[in-house]
């Protein structure tokens, strides 16, 4: 079984950035595909950005130029650095990830807790 941890989420004023974390324990081998997902009140959940062992991404167009992810596959950690941060960012943000062998339009099977994302005007 695989367990993800988030972190790093807070209050920023907009403009500013965060760094988001997940770090992956358990039977961390049977990763392929990780990603953040976030989701408001009264909104859809939507993919952020997503990224596979191999390094290739995906990012959703309102992120594109101010989010980066990445991921350190020794660590088992994944990141999400938000710059530029506008209020419409704000949400839940979840860590997700599976044995999936390439961004798909579904999320894979594991999800972490969430980290509230809150921006301010």
């Known amino acids: 079984q695989v367990q993800l941890v988030e972190s790093g989420g807070g209050l920023v004023q907009a403009g500013g950035s965060l760094r988001l974390s997940c770090v992956a324990s358990g039977s961390t081998f049977r990763i392929n595909v990780m990603g953040w997902y976030r989701q408001a009140p009264g909104k859809q959940r939507e993919l952020v950005a997503a990224i596979t062992r191999g390094g290739n991404t995906h990012y959703a167009d309102s992120v594109k130029g101010r989010f980066t992810i990445s991921r350190d596959n020794a660590r088992n950690t994944m990141y999400l650095q938000m710059n530029s941060l506008k209020p419409e960012d704000t949400a839940v943000y979840y860590c997700?990830?599976?044995?999936?062998?390439?961004?798909?339009?579904?999320?894979?099977?594991?999800w972490g807790q969430g980290t509230q994302v809150t921006v301010s005007s």
């Open positions: 997700n990830g599976g044995q999936s062998s390439a961004i798909t339009l579904y999320p894979d099977r594991y």
